[in-house]
């Protein structure tokens, strides 16, 4: 079946460490996204790609980075700079297009903890 | 600015009562609007969406949304909740963003809890 792996389910972090967090999707989509998500705060976006080796920062990209080597895989890497990193992290791909009509698809996210 | 808002942040109903989730959003043309489902420790799954035409729109799992222009409102409806509905509903918008991408602007969501 299609869709999305994001790995691992739970990372924890120490101080000073940077990690990355793994996107898979397997839809052939061209466009792919990273959220964090908050309690109360809903889904705020980091960074997205909406084709191969070019991608854009988000609302928060500030502390994180990303690689969009191949079509399939959307990498992000928490930095240390990233001074409150303990939350839950969601990828999403899409069909890319001109419209904003295309629905995003979620995997199942990984949520980072401060050790 | 896009923006959308889900006054509720918490609703309880009874089993096999009916449900409605409130939305409004902010948008200088026509919407795009989706609802997603999101179980706890879970992705975000697409309910239902509306892009044009009919202003009721049908999703999964039972699910209907109506869209009303005047009101700037994209309710989600339910006639009768089962207990496995109990999950965070997210409403969200699609916007432009620094050009043509497919951006989503998500409310804050509403936390569903069902009384057996």
């Known amino acids: 079946d299609g869709g999305i792996t994001q790995s691992p389910k739970y990372l924890f972090r120490k101080e000073g460490q940077n990690v990355t967090l793994s996107c898979e999707q397997n839809?052939?989509?061209?466009?792919m996204y990273w959220y964090r998500q908050d309690p109360g705060q809903g889904l705020r976006l980091i960074y997205y790609s909406q084709i191969v080796n070019d991608f854009q920062k988000g609302d928060i990209a500030e502390g994180y980075s990303v690689s969009r080597e191949k079509k399939e895989s959307f990498p992000l890497t928490v930095t240390s700079a990233q001074k409150n990193p303990t939350a839950f992290y969601l990828c999403?791909?899409?069909?890319?297009?001109?419209?904003?009509?295309?629905?995003?698809?979620f995997g199942d996210g990984t949520r980072l903890s401060i050790l | 600015a896009q923006s959308v808002t889900q006054p509720d942040i918490h609703i309880t109903v009874s089993e096999g009562a009916s449900l409605e989730l409130r939305c409004n959003y902010s948008?200088?043309?026509?919407?795009?609007l989706f609802w997603y489902v999101q179980s706890p420790g879970q992705g975000l799954q697409l309910l239902l969406k509306y892009f044009s035409g009919d202003t009721l729109v049908q999703g999964i799992k039972g699910f209907e949304a109506e869209f009303k222009r005047s009101q700037s409102s994209f309710n989600l409806r339910k006639p009768s909740v089962h207990w496995s509905d109990a999950a965070e509903y997210f409403c969200a918008v699609g916007g432009r963003y620094g050009g043509a991408t497919n951006k989503l602007i998500f409310g804050t969501g509403t936390l569903l809890a069902v009384q057996p």
């Open positions: 839809l052939n989509h061209d466009a």
């Open positions: 948008y200088g043309a026509t919407p795009y």
């Open positions: 999403a791909s899409s069909i890319a297009g001109h419209g904003h009509d295309q629905p995003q698809h």
